[in-house]
């Protein structure tokens, strides 16, 4: 079993967390501010809203704007190129959301 550290190429001595970043299913492409070096994890739903989990250094001396993703099932794209994060469904709505992470700005 490979740990979560070497699998997304994180320095071992950094401490880790996980943090939350709000997604925009309406905005295609989502900027977040975020510590430097940030790895998405995840999407899920949460309280009728779209939410990436990613592993941040918190301790990181400097932030980078990282550009999120989002595509609708059956809407054409140029995005597919990108890391794939995920698929989400928000409560009460019928289209599944594709998130991608386009990288750093």
Same mark, same amino acid.
């Given at each position: 079993c490979v740990s979560i550290s070497k699998r997304l190429k994180l320095k071992e001595s950094n401490i880790m967390k996980v943090f939350k970043y709000n997604i925009d299913p309406k905005t295609p492409e989502n900027v977040i501010d975020c510590p430097v070096g940030m790895k998405p994890l995840s999407v899920t739903e949460q309280s009728g809203k779209i939410v990436m989990w990613a592993v #941040? *250094? *918190?301790?990181?001396?400097? &932030?980078e704007l990282h550009k999120i993703h989002v595509v609708g099932t059956g809407v054409d794209s &140029?995005?597919?190129? +990108?890391? +794939? #994060?995920?698929? #989400?469904q928000v409560r009460g709505e019928s289209t599944a959301y594709h998130v991608f992470d386009g990288g750093t700005v």
């Open positions: #941040v *250094d *918190d301790q990181a001396t400097k &932030n &140029n995005i597919l190129m +990108y890391p +794939y #994060v995920g698929a #989400v």
